[in-house]
């Protein structure tokens, strides 16, 4: 890999697309990670690649959600294992959630790969490899979770997902915090908690907002999570990539 200069202006987002290149290589992400990375790339432009105000209050109320669910679960696809595996591993520590592979294109050995990445990186259990239960509702591969892990779970995180499995996975009842750059992608709009940002900055930022709210009582949690408006962050995220960075400082 070339060496990135730490001064280079846009280091954070060429460091990035290294990391789905050598996903990629290391037969973590699949080649169309590289695509949506593209996609991704370009909403993260768009918005100043800073964290926006809303997407901090949405972290702020994953966090709240995690601490206060029976079972939450982190789903790790290709690409989010290849951008922040560490992170990831904070991030179960924090909330006390479980890790599960959950992939958009399945491959048992990208599953294996995957599982074998985040454990490098300091994961001690990692789910999704029996894959015993099904999502109701979607083609097979899609569909494939661990009994004890998504299939049980009453919080899940989803880093980039599918719109159809974000949606199904809303109507088995879960409580769902989309992580993606898109406002307007079809998960995003169906979750509970949208947080408009990527994953390099969301996923630490969910895990910091933990840490603080460890020691909250479950009235002020739960107050966290009430006071959440899921279309009002969506609405301010789409001003701030349609009007720019000026209209984010006014709002
Ligand atoms: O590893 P797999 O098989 O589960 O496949 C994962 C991908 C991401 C390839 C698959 O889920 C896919 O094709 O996703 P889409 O439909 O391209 O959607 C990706 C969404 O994530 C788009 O809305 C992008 O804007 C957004 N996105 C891309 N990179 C990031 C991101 N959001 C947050 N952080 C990013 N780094």
Avoid: W
Avoid at 51 to 74: K, N, Q
Avoid at 126 to 150: F, M, N, W, Y
Avoid at 192 to 207: G, L, S
């Amino acid at each position: 890999m070339t060496e990135i200069p730490s001064d280079h202006p846009r280091h954070d987002s060429l460091v990035t697309r290294h990391r789905i290149e050598a996903g990629v290589e290391k037969g973590i992400t699949s080649r169309q990670g590289l695509i949506a990375q593209g996609r991704g790339e370009a909403f993260d432009y768009l918005l100043g690649e800073r964290t926006l105000e809303s997407a901090d209050e949405a972290a702020r109320a994953a966090a709240a959600h995690l601490l206060l669910a029976r079972h939450p679960v982190v789903s790790v696809n290709g690409n989010v294992a290849a951008l922040c595996p560490e992170e990831l591993v904070e991030l179960a520590e924090a909330t006390g959630a479980d890790l599960e592979v959950n992939l958009f294109n399945r491959t048992e050995e990208r599953v294996a790969a995957i599982a074998d990445h985040l454990r490098e990186h300091g994961a001690s259990e990692v789910k999704g490899l029996t894959a015993d239960a099904r999502i109701p509702g979607l083609s097979h591969e899609r569909a494939k979770v661990d009994a004890d892990g998504i299939y049980d779970a009453d919080a899940v995180v989803v880093p980039l997902e599918d719109g159809d499995r974000a949606e199904a996975l809303g109507a088995m009842g879960k409580t769902e915090i989309v992580i993606d750059l898109n406002p307007l992608s079809r998960s995003a709009q169906v979750a509970a908690v949208p947080i408009v940002d990527n994953v390099v900055r969301a996923v630490p930022n969910v895990a910091r907002h933990a840490r603080d709210l460890r020691e909250t009582p479950r009235e002020e949690l739960e107050a966290i999570v009430a006071a959440f408006d899921a279309d009002a962050a969506l609405t301010h995220a789409e001003r701030a990539i349609r009007e720019g960075a000026i209209a984010d400082e006014r709002s």
